[in-house]
């Protein structure tokens, strides 16, 4: 009896202990998973903000025939310059109808048809005899100065309509903001954007408070132009903060509509294009990334995908079966890639400032730019397709980001994004290594802006591993 009372006692113990042990595994285990959702060292998790939703549909209209750039070259002056060119281009109707799919036909305020750039001059591009909206422009040749191109252009329209027209007056705007912006947002190479410096310069013109144009520029616009590389729309989705910085933060839509301060005239345009722009949104998170053409090697694929998930995933997330994105932006310290664009942001206060401070920093939907010291850790969806790499377009090829000491200071590429400038090995667009840099084609990884450092997480890679570890981005 009293054997059994002391056995069921010690089964109880027994049990307790198990119980309680069981428990502190548990805990362990808990501590463990929460340790690691803690971002790792070195990386900062970006909060999302709520989103207002909108209409895709509504929004690809308004991408193809929206009037967000209500000012441009008359209808009539474009067509005679131009002749017929081009038609098919993304099959538009109307007066869109063979005008180049980087312009739209807008109305302006006093009724006139012009031609005027949209989205799309910056976020579509030929890939493989095909134009891919959405894929950022990697060709555009920006070296030169904007504002001599509007010189001619004036003299164009005064000649076809005279000074005291409605064409002039639809047509001054877009003047008046590229001659003054235009000495500021040159690049040094061809294939970059100055996107960042083209809002840098127009809100030194704008005052905050009502938008309205200044024609004499509010603080100093510094000299320097930091390049960026166009980034693809499909990856906006998954993001829970916009630019390569992360500078983008609150209502995506209301950020994305600041590209009508080219010629807007005042905060009530910015309110009428503001309201198109949560549909334009809906449409972008409706895209999805190209597929990689060619062949794929699966069995080598499957090996990479281990070696990704082990190296790479805690920043760039995971794909296929099961979709996870950690939205982490990486300290300059840890990542080393060129630091001018995230510092540019510190060092000229006055920008964001003035954002932030502005029309478009207000209301319940208003947007917000905040800037870091880093660089967000992209998603890879479709990464085969938009080469060059890292945010400044410095590296041509997959196999060269993945192995630092292999990239070419100076090197080259004829920006035909043709199936035969494909390198299938590299993953990327075929170039030449050059001595020095000769022409605006050739990239110079030795400017400040331009550097190719930093990023050195697949040195460490042995040759076999590197190769599977492409072969997998093939098939994101
Ligand atoms: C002059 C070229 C240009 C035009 C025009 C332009 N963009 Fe962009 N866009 C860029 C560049 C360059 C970036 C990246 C800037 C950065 O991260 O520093 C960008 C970034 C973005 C992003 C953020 C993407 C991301 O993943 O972080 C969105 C969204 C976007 N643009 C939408 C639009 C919309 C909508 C329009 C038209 C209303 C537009 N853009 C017009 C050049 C342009
Ligand atoms: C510590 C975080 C971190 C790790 C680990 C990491 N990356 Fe990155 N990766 C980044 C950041 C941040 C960028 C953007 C840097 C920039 O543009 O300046 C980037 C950029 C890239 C790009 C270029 C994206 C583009 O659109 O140009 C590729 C490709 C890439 N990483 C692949 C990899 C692979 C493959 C691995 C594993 C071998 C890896 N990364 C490991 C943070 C990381």
Redesign the pocket.
């Known amino acids: 009896m009293l054997k059994t009372q002391r056995c069921e006692a010690s089964q109880i113990m027994l049990g307790k202990t198990l119980f309680i042990a069981g428990g502190l595994v548990a805990a362990i285990g808990l501590l463990a998973a929460m340790q690691s959702d803690k971002p790792p060292e070195g990386t900062t998790y970006l909060e999302p903000s709520p989103q207002r939703d909108g209409s895709p549909a509504a929004g690809y209209q308004y991408l193809l025939y929206g009037d967000?750039v209500s000012s441009g070259i008359p209808l009539k002056v474009f067509r005679r310059v131009s002749g017929a060119n081009s038609a098919g281009d993304l099959d538009r109707t109307g007066d869109a109808k063979g005008i180049p799919f980087r312009f739209n036909v807008a109305t302006t305020p006093n009724g006139v048809k012009v031609v005027a750039?949209?989205?799309l001059?910056?976020?579509a591009e030929r890939l493989n005899g095909q134009i891919v909206v959405g894929l950022g422009n990697n060709t555009y040749d920006h070296t030169a100065d904007a504002s001599a191109s509007f010189q001619a252009a004036d003299f164009a329209v005064k000649l076809a309509f005279g000074e005291n027209s409605p064409e002039w007056e639809a047509y001054l705007p877009a003047s008046r903001a590229t001659k003054s912006i235009g000495p500021y947002i040159r690049t040094k190479t061809r294939g970059p954007?100055p996107?960042?410096k083209?809002f840098a310069a127009l809100s030194a013109h704008r005052r905050a408070a009502d938008l309205i144009w200044l024609d004499s520029a509010q603080f100093d616009i510094p000299l320097e132009t930091v390049p960026?590389d166009?980034?693809a729309?499909w990856?906006?989705k998954k993001?829970n903060a916009?630019?390569?910085n992360g500078l983008?933060r609150g209502d995506?839509a209301r950020l994305?509509?600041a590209?009508g301060m080219l010629t807007m005239l005042d905060s009530a345009e910015a309110r009428r294009i503001d309201s198109h722009?949560p549909d334009?949104m809906a449409w972008?998170r409706t895209l999805e990334p190209p597929k990689y053409p060619y062949p794929i090697d699966q069995h080598l694929a499957a090996a990479g995908k281990k070696i990704f998930e082990q190296r790479c995933s805690k920043c760039h997330g995971t794909y296929g079966d099961s979709v996870s994105y950690p939205n982490l932006l990486v300290s300059l310290e840890k990542i080393g890639t060129d630091p001018l664009?995230a510092q540019a942001y510190k060092t000229h206060p006055e920008y964001h400032s003035w954002y932030n401070d502005s029309w478009y920093g207000k209301g319940v939907h208003k947007g917000q730019l905040l800037p870091n010291d880093g660089y967000v850790a992209p998603p890879l969806d479709g990464i085969w397709a938009t080469a060059p790499y890292l945010h400044n377009a410095s590296v041509p090829t997959l196999d060269d980001l993945l192995n630092s000491p292999q990239r070419p200071v100076f090197w080259k590429r004829n920006f035909e994004n043709t199936e035969a400038n494909y390198d299938q090995g590299k993953v990327g667009w075929k170039y030449t290594t050059e001595p020095s840099k000769t022409d605006t084609e050739t990239y110079d990884t030795t400017l400040p802006g331009y550097g190719n450092s930093g990023h050195r997480f697949g040195d460490k890679l042995s040759a076999e591993e590197r190769k599977a570890v492409i072969e997998y981005l093939k098939m994101l």
């Open positions: 967000f750039p949209t989205c001059t910056c976020h954007n996107a960042d083209i960026t166009v980034p729309w990856l906006t993001k916009l630019y390569y983008g995506f994305a509509s590209s722009l334009v972008i664009l």
